[in-house]
Nanobody, 116 residues
């Protein structure tokens, strides 16, 4: 089992920045990829960014050049640095960890609101 706890959400003005953290515990050595998803009210949950155990990253087109996913192995923490935030980035952000194609662990989510 892997437990995930997100933090760092909040209210920020358009153009501002936030850094989300996802603290992991448990059998983290079994994880092949770490992801950030987001879900706006009334919409589906969408993949935002991924970092693999080898360090490769991938981003949704809507956040490329603005968001950066990273991982601190020593702290067992995954980060999402979000810059140049827009109102359309408002959503609940979820951290997830993939052990294999059948097993994905989720955190509880953290709210990000971009508004003036």
């Amino acid at each position: 089992q892997v437990q995930l706890v997100e933090s760092g959400g909040g209210l920020v003005q358009p153009g501002g920045s936030l850094r989300l953290s996802c603290a992991a515990s448990g059998r983290t050595f079994s994880i092949n990829a770490w992801n950030w998803y987001r879900q706006a009210p009334g919409k589906q949950r969408d993949l935002v960014a991924t970092i693999t155990s080898g360090g490769s990253t991938n981003y949704a087109d809507s956040v490329k050049g603005r968001f950066t996913i990273s991982r601190d192995r020593a702290k067992n923490t995954v980060y999402l640095q979000m810059n140049s935030l827009k109102p359309e980035d408002t959503a609940v952000y979820y951290c997830s960890a993939d052990r294999d194609v059948y097993t994905r662990y989720w955190g509880q989510g953290t709210q990000v609101t971009v508004s003036s």
